[in-house]
């Protein structure tokens, strides 16, 4: 078979697939599984164009790593081949854990298990299949390699991951304010004392990414739609839960059912690869096509829910930065336990509360640091002269209250 593949991505254009062993990673059913795991969940509810996926922008980290590392070999930083290699294989497979609708279900049906930890479990496995082909990616990945900035690379605040889906996620929703000088970026990267470091002239470029980072979290990832409608999913996925662990009868694909009627820890998922094997069949598939069938179930809360959620009549959201008052709360919790008819336990189902944050960029630990002319190595926040790089160390929060909008309560709130 003829592996040397060129694939046409819409972003940058002709990617080539670079050997035969990521030709053969691709190609595996649990990469391939990430084609139908949207890149941004639910967020086509407000930009109708964001129905990008997690294989898009795996294969655009890919290209972007490669081009990173081709950049910083003509600097004569000294990268053998087998280590250009590895970190592509790392980056390539980094979101390789990501459940259905990426980030939104992540706490509901793998609570207190991470994304990052079941990917490595799945290159775990392919390691095994693929004869330690990929040991070094592995240790990449993990930060166990001795050489930092390959990690760095791969997972810090300014990797090849979040360079692609700040890119990618503002193509495909249209916010130009997410755009960021890619190439710029990449040809000011260098390495100093074994750690990634920008050239002093990419100051502005690193000061344009970190303002894009922090309007894109706003305007998309956590703009008001978004985060209601994730809420819905949330909420449905937790009643489906219920009703399937009380023993009601629940429908869906065996791979859904396995983790609406169980709950697993990190290690059973480290020691049972049948679980490992059940999730990698795990996509968006599972859930859409599980909600149209619950939107006919007769518990009353599962099929409104669902019936909400394919109507798009999300429910009706309050975001402050003030906290929800108790009150509030309790208000809401009263009305719907009026309005429907329903046990005041089972309200937590139609309505949901909590807080949203944003955190641009955090100074210090994993730090994008400015390699100055003088020589010198200084924190972006030490080397930029713009006080809002310093502002954007700050983490900031709010707070959202939604609540399903025919009760119709905004005015009493």
């Known amino acids: 078979m003829n592996k040397n593949k060129i694939i046409n991505d819409p972003v940058y254009g002709f990617v ?12 595996h059913p649990y990469f391939q599984r990430l084609r139908f795991i949207r890149q941004l969940g639910v967020s086509d509810f407000v930009y109708p164009g964001a129905v990008h996926t997690r294989f898009h922008h795996a294969l655009g980290a890919m290209y972007l790593m490669g081009r990173a590392l081709e950049s910083l070999r003509k600097k004569n930083i000294e990268i ?3 280590e250009f290699e590895a970190a592509q294989i790392a980056i390539l497979l980094h979101d390789i854990g990501h459940g259905p609708l990426s980030h939104s279900l992540e706490e509901t049906l793998l609570p207190g298990i991470h994304h990052e930890s079941i990917s490595y479990l799945f290159m775990k496995a392919l390691n095994e299949e693929f004869n330690g082909a990929i040991k070094l990616a592995l240790k990449i990945f993990r930060n166990g390699y001795d050489r930092k900035f390959f990690h760095q690379l791969v ?4 990797d090849m991951d979040r360079l692609d889906y700040l890119k990618r996620d503002s193509y495909f929703t249209g916010v ?3 755009t960021i000088g890619i190439d710029r970026i990449i040809a000011m990267l260098n390495v100093h004392d074994d750690h990634l470091v920008v050239e002093e002239k990419g100051i502005f470029s690193i000061e344009s990414f970190l303002q894009a980072r922090r309007l894109m979290y706003w305007q998309v990832y956590l703009h008001k739609t978004t985060v209601s409608a994730e809420r819905m999913v949330v909420n449905i996925v937790r009643r489906a839960q219920y009703l399937a662990q009380a023993g009601e009868k629940i429908n869906g694909s065996e791979a859904l059912l396995w983790f609406l009627e169980t709950k697993f820890s990190l290690s059973e998922f480290a020691s049972k690869p ?7 069949h795990l996509d968006d598939n599972d859930f859409w096509g599980a909600v149209k069938l619950w939107q006919n179930h007769p518990d009353a809360i599962l099929s409104g829910l669902c019936n909400r959620l394919l109507q798009r009549d999300l429910f009706q959201i309050q975001l402050t930065l003030s906290p929800i008052k108790k009150t509030n709360i309790e208000k809401v919790r009263s009305e719907i336990h009026k309005a429907f008819g329903i046990l005041r336990n089972d309200t937590n189902y139609l309505f949901s509360h909590g807080i949203v944050s944003n955190e641009a960029y955090v100074s210090g630990g994993q730090a994008i640091h400015i390699l100055m002319k003088n020589g010198l190595v200084l924190d972006m926040v030490q080397a930029s002269d713009l006080p809002t790089i310093q502002a954007m160390t700050k983490i900031v929060k709010k707070n959202y209250l939604c609540w ?3 009760l119709s309560l905004s005015n009493d709130l």
């Open 16 to 27: 080539a697939i670079p050997s035969h062993l990521i030709f053969d990673l691709i190609s």
């Open 80 to 82: 053998s081949n087998a």
């Open 155 to 158: 997972s810090s605040q300014l």
């Open 176 to 178: 130009m304010e997410g």
């Open 274 to 280: 049948d679980v490992i094997e059940a999730f990698g």
């Open 404 to 406: 399903p909008k025919n």
